[in-house]
């Protein structure tokens, strides 16, 4: 039984926490911020593979935008260093400015898509940046036999 | 009477339990060991006063107002950089909150599948490719995590650091990802403000020696040994070596995209090794990188900005007394998430322990939700 809800307010109030997902870094191409977009098994049932894709795609390209090393870049850089970086109390860094479109668009994304299948992204700035956390909720209507294989053997093939 | 309900968000950083003290509601971080950190002020703003005092007189008059104005701007430049390198969070990656670590562990457990009993378990290593080279990704037994690639456990202030350099006591904190910049600038402009200080100084000597004869000026030096002229010049003289090195170094570590723990351990040296996936093979794009990167956001600390500086430092050298490691007494409410509540009555229970060994008997990261929101009720 797919359990639904409507906003991410009911998911909080009737939902039980089932388990929990971690999405890894993809470290193919350095040390710049990027993750896996491979699918887990535990949300095959909850969500599509497209739209899981599009989120992840997503973040990666916002992250790849504040890590660009650039013609922007330098300049802030510069002229950081000519004020010894005084200028930071009144400017904010493209990084942070990047955040904020970040966590908006996770917001949004658990609003219309997530939460009414009954899944919430944390942000990963939350947990270091290390992993992109998925939250399984479950009603607590239809608790018992579906909320028990939660003990996942986390046999995902690397 | 009414009661007033104080809301109050619980930081990360207060969370932390790493060796670290926190000051100005997170905006300034640093190691527990801040004794020669003291050192490196007291010798810098001990012998600039000196050659503002005794020096920029006779060389503003006898040679160009110009000389002071320079020395005062680099030496601001300077304790900027320093208290900047030294207030920064370097990097700290926050450790793993349970459900995290205990994913892990069940992967782990997965990919080694039965170890026979009386047998030890393979080490916990993860082998990533970075641009065709193969890098071993070790764990973390204190922070629960895969280290990120560059990234290292520092055990003064038992925290994985970000592309770790290494751990300086003359700053008094990490030098990491965040604050490599302002530690090579501050060495920079060390290294020019003491040469700068000690031409001017030979400068001042031989201009009076042509005017009064050499024993003279010498005996002119103004205050008395061992907090004369002379001391300082001679620290002055022992700095400048030590720092014209250190920075050439770290000048040289730039160039490759290199970190000096990496260089120590001899990562990417040798023909074994292999090439170091990380550089450009470019020296300016390796400079340019490190240099004029992106600011990186901190994992700990919201506020990390420079702040009020002066008032952090009187802050700091207070603070140093009495070292704020403090756990906020968390009280659940209705507002709290049924999850987190058990969890912080756990913390609340085993309360603040500052002065027990780390690690394994701090409690463990409590709630899920990282800023759990607590009210104080106080009756007025």
């Known amino acids: ?158 | 009477m009414s009661a007033v309900m104080i809301t109050r968000k619980v930081r990360k950083w207060e969370k932390l339990p790493g060796k670290n003290t926190f000051c100005c509601d997170g905006r300034v971080m640093m190691a527990r060991q801040k004794g020669i950190f003291y050192l490196t002020l007291f010798l810098i703003i001990g012998t600039c006063s000196l050659f503002f005092a005794f020096e920029c007189p006779y060389l503003a008059v006898h040679l160009s107002p110009a000389i002071p104005v320079f020395a005062v701007l680099l030496f601001l430049f300077v304790i900027a950089m320093l208290l900047r390198t030294s207030f920064s969070d370097p990097g700290v990656l926050p450790r793993a909150l349970p459900e995290e670590a205990n994913f892990i562990e069940m992967e782990i457990e997965a990919a080694n599948g039965n170890v026979p009993s009386g047998q030890r378990p393979p080490p916990r290593i993860r082998n990533v490719q970075i641009n065709n080279q193969i890098v071993k990704l070790k764990y973390c037994y204190t922070c629960k995590i895969f280290r990120p690639p560059r990234a290292s456990h520092c055990s003064i202030c038992d925290n994985c650091v970000d592309r770790f350099d290494h751990h300086c006591p003359w700053v008094g904190n990490c030098v990491g990802k965040r604050n490599y910049r302002y530690f090579y600038l501050f060495t920079l402009t060390l290294s020019l403000l003491t040469i700068y200080i000690f031409a001017f100084n030979i400068v001042h000597v031989v201009m009076r020696s042509v005017d009064q004869g050499f024993l003279n000026t010498l005996k002119e030096t103004p205050g008395t040994y061992p907090l004369n002229m002379n001391t300082f010049l001679l620290v002055c003289f022992f700095t400048l070596w030590s720092m014209v090195g250190l920075t050439g170094f770290h000048t040289y570590l730039i160039s490759l995209n290199q970190t000096t723990n990496e260089d120590i351990k001899g990562s990417w040296s040798g023909k074994n090794r292999g090439q170091n996936p990380y550089s450009h093979k470019n020296i300016i794009k390796n400079c340019c990188e490190v240099l004029c990167g992106p600011t990186y956001p901190s994992k700990m600390c919201y506020h990390d900005d420079l702040g009020v500086i002066c008032f952090s430092l009187f802050l700091t050298s207070f603070s140093a007394c009495f070292p704020q490691k403090t756990t906020a007494p968390l009280i659940p409410n209705e507002h709290t998430p049924d999850d987190v509540k058990p969890s912080i009555a756990a913390e609340k229970s085993s309360g603040p322990k500052d002065d027990q060994p780390p690690a394994a008997k701090l409690p463990p990261l409590a709630s899920p939700e990282t800023d759990a929101e607590t009210s104080i009720a106080k009756n007025q």
């Open chain 1, 1 to 158: 039984m797919a359990t639904e809800f409507h906003n991410l307010q009911e998911l909080r109030h009737s939902a039980s926490l089932a388990n929990k997902v971690f999405i890894q870094r993809d470290y193919s191409e350095g040390t710049t911020c990027k993750f896996q977009t491979k699918f887990p098994s535990e949300l095959e049932s909850r969500v599509e593979l497209t739209l899981f894709e599009e989120t992840v795609k997503t973040l990666n390209n916002f992250y790849a935008e504040a890590e660009k090393i650039g013609g922007q870049s330098y300049l802030e850089g510069c002229l950081a260093c000519a004020t010894a970086y005084l200028i930071f109390l009144c400017m904010e860094t493209r990084y942070e400015k990047v955040l904020k479109k970040i966590a908006k668009y996770i917001q949004e994304q658990n609003e219309k898509i997530y939460a009414p299948r009954g899944l919430l992204i944390t942000d990963p700035i939350e947990r270091g940046m290390r992993v992109i956390e998925i939250s399984i909720y479950e009603d607590r209507g239809s608790s018992g036999s579906s909320s028990s294989s939660s003990s996942v053997s986390g046999s995902t093939a690397r």
